[in-house]
């Protein structure tokens, strides 16, 4: 038997809400993929532990590790409506599109040549990233193929970095570390 066709009262909620729409509940689960939020005006859902869902990048603007640095279970929280997925009969919520992106204030303020002290917060194979600011990541790409990063920097250290690129739609920053030219 088919459990959306069982569903009706879940469905007319998930039919009644509106793009945009602040829906407020409590995780009641955290998995890899996302979290489940049992929603305060919505019926329960006969296979979720929520019928409230939160993508991993919906989160939070900055970067993390799990998704249990930014919410715990039992936690409340109140999120942004963005789609009613009809595959898993869930409302897809958005915890950040509750705050300002962080990126945007940076990228009005900075110009390309500005140099910005920061530290090193991941070492990959194409580059290094380099945390400016509060939640502001940027990456200096590694020139030198023969060279890898962590032969020149490690995680943590202090550097001295110039803006050589600012993408505001892509939120992407790109960097250069000129003071010893071997990134």
Not at 6 to 19: C, K, Q, T, V, Y
Not at 76 to 81: P, T, Y
Request: glycine share 10%.
């Amino acid at each position: 038997m088919d459990w959306r066709a069982e569903s009706a009262e879940l469905w007319a909620f998930l039919g009644s809400l509106r793009l945009g729409e602040i829906l407020s509940g409590t995780v009641t689960a955290i998995e890899s993929f996302g979290v489940f939020v049992a929603l305060d005006d919505g019926p329960p859902h006969p296979l979720y532990p929520g019928v409230g869902f939160i993508t991993i990048p919906e989160l939070s603007w900055r970067r993390f590790e799990a998704a249990s640095g930014v919410v715990q279970v039992g936690q409340r929280v109140s999120g942004e409506f963005l789609q009613f997925d009809t595959w898993n009969a869930e409302a897809r919520l958005s915890l950040r599109a509750m705050q300002p992106d962080p990126f945007r204030a940076f990228a009005e303020c900075t110009t390309v040549g500005r140099e910005l002290h920061g530290h090193v917060t991941k070492l990959v194979p194409f580059g290094v990233f380099v945390q400016v600011a509060d939640g502001i990541e940027g990456l200096i790409h590694r020139r030198d193929p023969t060279l890898t990063p962590d032969d020149v920097v490690q995680i943590g250290d202090d550097v001295m970095v110039v803006v050589t690129h600012v993408d505001r739609e892509k939120r992407q920053l790109l960097l250069s570390r000129q003071t010893t030219g071997q990134l």
